[in-house]
């Protein structure tokens, strides 16, 4: 389970800084402003449902606020 967005490039035994909470954002992502955004556990990336059905196995990163931006709530507990 994921306990943060590592926002380092961070090798195996490296340490490096986590976002557990608050805005992150990348100019190569396209999301809908809205949309919950989980885990995506077959690309080790970030997925948005889009209403369609999740992956088996997920976990809930935060929310879109624009096609650019996720807002993270990291919580742990809801892993599914």
């Known amino acids: 389970r994921a306990q943060g967005l590592a926002i380092d ?4 035994g490296e340490t490096c ?3 557990v909470l608050g805005k992150y954002q990348n100019t190569t992502w ?3 402003a ?4 989980f885990s995506d556990s077959t690309t080790a990336g970030a997925l948005s449902t889009g209403g369609q059905a ?3 196995k997920m976990q809930y990163y935060g929310t ?3 096609s650019i931006t996720i807002l993270f709530k990291f919580d742990p507990t809801l892993a599914y």
């Not at 490039?9 to 195996?12: C, D, I, R, Y």
């Not at 809205?34 to 955004?37: F, H, P, Q, T, W």
């Open 9 to 12: 490039s961070v090798n195996l």
């Open 54 to 56: 999740a992956p088996k």
């Open 30 to 32: 396209s999301w809908t």
């Open 64 to 66: 879109a606020t624009d």
């Open 34 to 37: 809205g949309d919950a955004i």
């Open 17 to 19: 800084k986590f976002l």
